[in-house]
């Protein structure tokens, strides 16, 4: 047969059969009847036979009688086997008569083809020690076919046998380069013809870890040709893979492995049947990175795989390159997952948390005034040091007692549904010590990698539908999102969703389903992904309503603004606070649709838009078209206001001066960066009965401003600020308060005291984690 191009090659099992070959003038060059046919390299394929029924005869005798037996016409009976071409022997279905027992191929000394000059019988002679075995077919196709099975199957068990015990390597090479170029000459057509030598190898360098770099390279070189059209074995994936890694310049990597990690981004169809195909192309591409030119290499590689058209033709390239990025990234992280003892949520890995054994108790309150309630609550309190509660921040159990339903117990959402309410949040654990995220050295280069690789599959318009699917269930571990350096990344990735004009990739931006968050809720303020003022969270909503609104649906264009309302009314508040028109529009379309039903709710968006030019105008084009938007207005500012996370004190200042607030009754700004500074927008509010400030910068400044106008406020929320005492003492003048939160505050025992005595309506206090505990 041909081999690539060169010269007609006789194969071995043709050559012992050349001195018998008939002569040019048709003249036979032997004696005997009965000859040995000479197999041409005639283009035939044949499929390796594994099993089948033939004739069988054996002949037992001395080999120099064997001329005279095959010509007498009192030749053996024959009897017809199913015979199996095992690993190791030649076996029967039926073990009786002749095939009584297995032949093993070691057993069999030669394999011949015959012919008959007066009888057209095919046959195949065995030649074991003390006799002959024919088997006799029922065409020449399928006598070839035995023919070159027996021959392939009886040497791949000879060389699994020579490689198993290597003793120099020298030999050993040779011996692999023979059996890669038999595997290659070989008319059989079948996986197996390929598979089975690159098996043989993949053991070999398995059980011999003591090759040099030179042995490994000399190896490779030699099976490379057969990696052409297929994919490597498991064992030798491994081998390829440690190769990468040591010896990531080597030339190999870029002539050897190149096409072979080609083949399997284009043919691969699952991964998780072959892992360790994804972990070769994995290292292979971190190899590539490794060279001089870095990224540059990794980018031309990805353009090699897309092609240089406008459409990728090959549909498993994408899906089989985003299976080995996040892999790739699942493994930076693997440290972190492994070592989850409570699975936190990603606020608090982002936000900060301690361990469980770190952890402190969620406690119930504790009650200035005695009540019958009290030793059961001690009871939970020493059950809850003996086993420890998670406290999350995406949901926070609180226990409060109000004037007018004793021991009610009370869950507040804090997480991206809403903010919590005043007098809910009152009392709870505060979040912990800051766990940051620390990759290593190789683990962050392997994540700029694979992060850089997503940034390139999106800037390809026709990946970008099928990246932004295959992304859309956020399939990276929360340690990844609570991790800075990843999100900031991959904003860029999210960004390219975003400006994408086609429905089918604005659809990915928000979750797969409901309950579940997306992109959209990642990326927007007070997300755990975002780290601008929500520019791209506002470019996610203006592509997300144009898309609903285009498809002229007013049905979806209310859900979609529904949604918002529920789950990101605040950050959109803020924003519009702040001047983004997109969101100046969503508001005005909030209130023009009647998505928002609260009043006070709907009297904050009022004064929202009104703060800016651009909100002003907006709105005073809605009144035009809505007249009961003004007589709510006319009836007095909203008794509730809850500013949206990460205001600040310019966009509070703003939000007040927009508009009358002189009946607001209670205010939360939780979780904003207010400061101090605050306090003398505060002040200006003289129905404020109830203040929140959990969580902000307030401080001992703030404090005494407001004790000296604030006095009939009620209810004062100071978990985790900056207070001391010289700020707390100066509440003993607020003779109204009956609720006070200071809980991880720098409370003294003292001032605790003082406080008690000055202040005779305050009947609930949360002094926790705090020196007068």
């Known amino acids: 047969m041909e081999r690539g191009g060169g ?36 283009g035939m394929r044949y499929k390796l036979l594994q099993e089948g029924d033939i004739q069988v005869c054996v002949i037992r005798h001395p080999r120099t009688f064997l001329s005279k037996i095959l010509t007498s016409k009192f030749l053996r009976r024959w009897e017809p086997h199913h015979l199996t071409l095992a690993d190791n022997s030649v076996a029967s279905a039926t073990p009786t008569g002749y095939m009584e027992n297995s032949i093993s191929y070691s057993a069999i000394e030669d394999v011949q083809l015959l012919s008959w000059e007066n009888a057209p019988k095919y046959c195949l002679q065995l030649t074991i020690p003390g006799g002959t075995v024919l088997l006799q077919a029922a065409n020449s196709y399928l006598r070839d076919q035995w023919f070159h099975s027996l021959q392939w199957k009886k040497k791949i068990y000879k060389y699994k046998k020579v490689l198993s015990n290597p003793s120099r390597w020298e030999v050993v090479l040779k011996e692999i380069r023979t059996l890669v170029d038999m595997a290659l000459t070989s008319p059989l057509q079948d996986d197996s013809i390929h598979q089975a030598p690159l098996e043989i190898v993949s053991k070999l360098l398995s059980e011999n870890n003591n090759l040099t770099t030179q042995d490994h390279e000399s190896i490779i070189v030699a099976i490379a040709p057969l990696l052409e059209n297929n994919h490597p074995p498991p064992d030798l994936c491994e081998f390829f893979c440690k190769h990468c890694r040591e010896r990531p310049r080597s030339m190999v990597v870029i002539e050897v492995f190149t096409p072979v990690v080609q083949r399997i981004l284009k043919h691969n169809m699952d991964f998780g049947k072959c892992p360790r195909l994804r972990l070769f192309t994995q290292e292979y591409i971190l190899a590539l990175n490794e060279l001089n030119a870095g990224m540059e290499v990794v980018k031309k590689f990805i353009h090699s795989m897309h092609g240089p058209t406008g459409q990728c033709p090959h549909p498993r390239v994408l899906p089989n390159l985003v299976a080995v990025c996040l892999a790739a990234i699942y493994s930076c992280y693997e440290e972190f997952i492994n070592s989850r003892d409570n699975s936190p949520s990603l606020k608090e890995i982002r936000n900060g948390c301690q361990q469980q054994c770190d952890r402190k108790p969620n406690l119930p309150l504790r009650l200035l005034h005695t009540s019958p309630d009290l030793v059961s609550q001690e009871a939970t309190l020493t059950e809850s040091r003996l086993k420890p509660v998670i406290v999350t921040a995406s949901e926070i159990h609180v226990e409060v007692e109000r004037n007018n339903t004793a021991n009610q117990k009370m869950t507040a959402n804090v997480g991206n549904d809403s903010e919590p309410n005043l007098i809910d949040c009152l009392m709870v654990s505060p979040t912990c010590s800051t766990m940051s995220i620390e990759l290593s050295a190789q683990a962050d280069r392997i994540l700029g990698c694979y992060v850089e690789i997503l940034k390139m599959l999106s800037d390809y318009d026709d990946w970008r539908p099928a990246l932004a699917s295959l992304l859309q269930p956020i399939p990276f571990p929360k340690e990844a999102l609570a991790h800075e350096k990843f999100t900031k990344e991959l904003k860029y990735v999210i960004q390219r969703f975003a400006e994408d004009p086609r429905q089918e990739v604005h659809s990915c931006l928000l979750s797969v389903r409901a309950g ?162 605050c306090a003398e927008h505060l002040i200006k509010l003289p129905s404020l009965k109830q203040l929140n400030l959990w969580s902000t910068q307030f401080g001992d400044a703030g404090l005494r401003l407001l004790s000296e106008h604030l006095t009939m406020l009620q209810v004062l929320n100071l978990c985790e600020t900056p207070v001391t005492d010289a700020g707390l003492l100066a509440l003993s003048s607020m003779k109204s308060l009956c609720s006070l939160n200071m809980n991880s505050t720098k409370l003294s025992a003292d001032t605790y005291e003082d406080l008690k005595a000055k202040l005779p309506n305050l009947k609930e206090v949360d002094v926790r984690y705090t020196e007068a505990w």
């Open 516 to 677: 579940k968050d997306g992109w959209f809720q990642l990326y927007s303020p007070g997300g755990v992904a975002c780290d601008d003022d929500g520019e791209l969270f506002a470019s996610m909503v203006r592509v997300c309503n144009n898309v609903h609104i285009l498809m002229g649906s007013c049905y979806k264009t209310k859900k979609f603004l529904l949604s918002l309302a529920e789950n990101k009314l605040g950050p959109c508040m803020l924003l519009a606070l702040r001047g983004n028109q997109t969101m100046v529009e969503i508001l005005c379309l909030m209130l023009e649709y009647n998505i928002i039903d609260n009043n006070d709710t709907q009297l904050q968006i009022i004064s929202t838009l009104e703060s800016t030019d651009v909100g002003k105008r907006m709105y005073e084009q809605l009144c035009d078209r809505q007249r009961e938007l003004k007589e709510l207005q006319r009836k007095g500012g909203p008794t509730r206001l809850t500013l949206p996370s990460k205001s600040t004190d310019a966009d509070l200042a703003r939000l007040l001066s927009s508009g009358s607030f002189g009946n607001l009754e209670n205010l939360s700004l939780a979780f904003t960066n207010v400061t101090s500074a």
């Open 7 to 42: 010269e007609r090659r006789q194969p071995e099992e043709s050559r012992a059969l050349l001195g018998e070959m008939s002569a040019p003038d048709g003249n036979k060059m032997g004696a005997a009847p009965c000859r040995r046919a000479l197999l041409h390299c005639n």
